[in-house]
């Protein structure tokens, strides 16, 4: 079966540091990837969003993410984080090119002043 | 509107009654989905509107859930003889069709609580 796993629950940088998030996907063929982010009291935001073509994908908000099909992952980076990047990060995978969407558990980032 | 709204914003009920959580999508989406968000838990697709067509019903939990969209916009889900396992956000999205590239818009959630 399809899942999402996102290994870090949380996950603490300092403002201004660099940000990997890692997520990993099983899934048997391409899949269509996703990153979002949730504010405290907000909905969730589409980041970034990969379906084909060139593996590393640009972002809003500075966000970029790789595709590497070898490795089954699809990690979020930001070269430097900004404390108003402070929330909750989803990765998800679309099924079967649908909007059924699996998505993983969730990586609550804090940024130190 | 602007964005897709949700109310109430928070729900305290007792174990067994009845809930009703509305949803208000983005005018002219015309789909809309529903997801459950428990405690360390990722979001769970729960069920899916596109237009006059059937809804996708396979991701509600029990037949004590259920939902309809009238008029091809607002939705409602209902829970009903709410247990405390059903405490958690529910969130609404909407997007333009249903293509996977088309970007969901998610509100902000209904946070339920079941004492």
């Known amino acids: 079966a399809q899942s999402v796993t996102q290994p870090d629950i949380h996950i603490t940088v300092s403002e201004g540091a660099s940000l990997e998030l890692r997520c990993n996907y099983s899934?048997?063929?391409?899949?269509?990837l996703f990153w979002y982010v949730q504010s405290p009291g907000q909905g969730l935001q589409l980041l970034l969003k990969?379906?084909?073509?060139?593996?590393l994908v640009q972002g809003i908000k500075g966000f970029e993410a790789e595709f590497k099909r070898s490795q089954s992952s699809f990690n979020l980076r930001k070269p430097s984080v900004h404390w108003s990047d402070a929330a909750e990060y989803f990765c998800?995978?679309?099924?079967?090119?649908?909007?059924?969407?699996?998505f993983g558990t969730g990586t609550r980032l804090k940024v130190l002043a | 509107g602007a964005g897709v709204s949700q109310s109430p914003s928070n729900k305290v009920t007792e174990k067994g009654k009845d809930v009703e959580l509305r949803c208000d999508p983005i005018?002219?989406?015309?789909?809309l989905y529903w997801y459950r968000q428990s405690l360390g838990q990722g979001l769970e697709f729960l069920i899916y509107?596109?237009?006059?067509?059937?809804?996708?019903k396979s991701g509600l939990p029990s037949d004590r859930f259920s939902a309809e969209r009238t008029g091809g916009s607002v939705s409602t889900l209902t829970i009903q003889r709410t247990q405390q396992e059903d405490s958690a956000v529910y969130l609404c999205?909407?997007?333009?069709?249903?293509?996977?590239?088309?970007?969901?818009?998610f509100g902000p959630g209904t946070r339920l609580t079941v004492l």
């Open positions: 999205a909407s997007s333009s069709t249903s293509g996977v590239w088309n970007e969901q818009f």
């Open positions: 899934y048997g063929a391409t899949p269509y």
């Open positions: 990969y379906f084909s073509g060139d593996t």
């Open positions: 998800a995978v679309s099924t079967s090119g649908t909007y059924k969407y699996i």
């Open positions: 005018s002219g989406h015309t789909a």
């Open positions: 509107f596109q237009g006059n067509s059937a809804p996708d």
